[in-house]
């Protein structure tokens, strides 16, 4: 059996949502199971793809050379002209949608639906989302059901800071842009397997496997899926109180794809689900684990003790976090997501490489894991209620109302 570094090593390609790569990390992940033991399911569903595009941006006012920009994938393609506007505002409501009319926008926000909805109603001709300099070559997208609604109502492109300053400091006030994605329907998959408990009670351990277009995704999240393969390796053959059912999420970065299928493909069972593990950004030795939890003060101070108790040093903290476990907390179940931060500040980048990573880090995680998944698997009555504060169930909805 493999170590945590050579699953992710081996796992450390660029692997989007829909793409034959994240189809090939999926029958990876699968045979990896079958030797341990499992019986996998590859559960299908399908998704919007695209393959990263091209786009430049041309001043019109004075003359310069051209600028490259990366279309938003699954944003509409072409070309048109216009004013240059800047929308610095926290939130729509501070912004006039007049004024954004033919303009050309500059914006430090990404395509969520509030600010589309701003932009389409002001017909604005084209919008570009400024990125630091290192992401240059990085491609962003629109979550599905927002480009289901906007995809053809608006250009929408990315372009690094030092192109988009040394616009406004050279007085461009009027630019075109021209953009062009290949966009097309494909399909994505989760990997399912499970392990039996003694009782139909089951608890949920997830990590997604893809990676974003221009991304290894070496820590985000070979890290988390090498790890969850620890696990599953780890278990096998034992018999706990409740089953476990390990979910390897495709098309996370797609805005939550694989998880959010599952959870709502099972809506009317996930009542058996006392819990979620998620496993999400690990691998860097430099930064300091972090539990996220979803759910209630009790849940929250239950975790921290427990890990406590069996020395995994961690952050752990009640909030939200946009991984795998949102979808399930959508219907109640409480989540509880692992992972170290770190990558540099350059996720969702072709930095994040294998190189980047350590299976020291990996194992940290594996470890305070297993003793979280264990604890509460084995224990015959769940050791806190299964429950999510009224306050946190407000931040699931509004999270999902924003990026949806």
């Known amino acids: 059996m493999k170590n945590p570094i050579e699953y992710l ?22 045979e990896w199971l079958r030797e341990m033991g499992y019986a996998p399911n590859i559960e299908s569903f399908d998704i919007q793809s695209f393959k990263p595009g091209a786009g430049k941006l041309t001043p019109l006012n004075k003359r310069g050379t051209a600028i490259p920009i990366k279309p938003v994938g699954l944003s509409k393609d072409g070309n048109t002209s216009g004013e240059v506007a800047i929308l610095d505002a926290p939130e729509p409501e501070w912004f006039d949608a007049k004024e954004l009319h033919g303009k050309i926008v500059f914006m430090p926000h990404y395509p ?11 017909n604005a001709a084209a919008a570009l989302t400024v990125l630091p300099n290192h992401r240059e070559d990085d491609t962003i997208k629109m979550p599905q059901t927002v480009a289901k609604d906007f995809g053809e109502k608006i250009i929408l492109a990315t372009i690094a800071f030092n192109h988009a300053i040394a616009l406004i400091n050279g007085g461009i006030s009027s630019v075109e842009v021209e953009t062009h994605c290949e966009k097309f329907a494909s399909a994505s998959q989760n990997v399912v397997a499970e392990l039996p408990g003694r009782s139909e009670r089951i608890i949920v351990l997830t990590a997604h496997y893809d990676s974003t277009p221009s991304s290894p995704g070496a820590q985000d999240n070979a890290a988390g899926t090498a790890e969850l393969l620890e696990l599953a390796q780890r278990l096998t053959g034992q018999c706990l109180h409740r089953t476990l059912r390990f979910i390897f999420c495709g098309a996370e970065e797609m805005g939550l794809v694989g998880s959010e299928h599952h959870a709502d493909t099972n809506k009317d069972a996930l009542d058996k689900v006392d819990a979620i593990i998620n496993l999400d950004v690990g691998g860097d030795p430099f930064t300091v684990p972090f539990v996220r939890i979803i759910g209630t003060d009790e849940t929250m101070h239950y975790i921290e003790g427990l890990l406590r108790q069996h020395g995994h040093a961690a952050k752990v ?3 939200t976090y946009s991984s795998d476990g949102m979808p399930f907390a959508k219907y109640g179940v409480p989540s509880i997501s ?11 980048s072709p930095f994040d490489r294998f190189e980047n990573t350590c299976n020291e880090a990996l194992l940290d995680i594996a470890n305070a894991a297993e003793t979280t998944a264990k604890a509460i698997a084995d224990a015959k009555l769940l050791p806190f209620k299964r429950a999510i504060s009224d306050e946190l169930r407000k931040r699931v909805e509004e999270y999902f109302i924003e990026r949806r």
């Open 9 to 30: 090593n081996a796992l450390a390609f660029v692997r989007m949502g829909g793409s034959a790569e994240e189809r090939k990390a999926a029958e990876m992940i699968a």
């Open 338 to 348: 692992f992972g170290r931060g770190g990558i540099d500040g350059k996720g969702h």
């Open 317 to 319: 903290s009640l909030e």
């Open 112 to 122: 969520w639906r509030k600010w589309l909805d701003l932009l389409v109603s002001g």
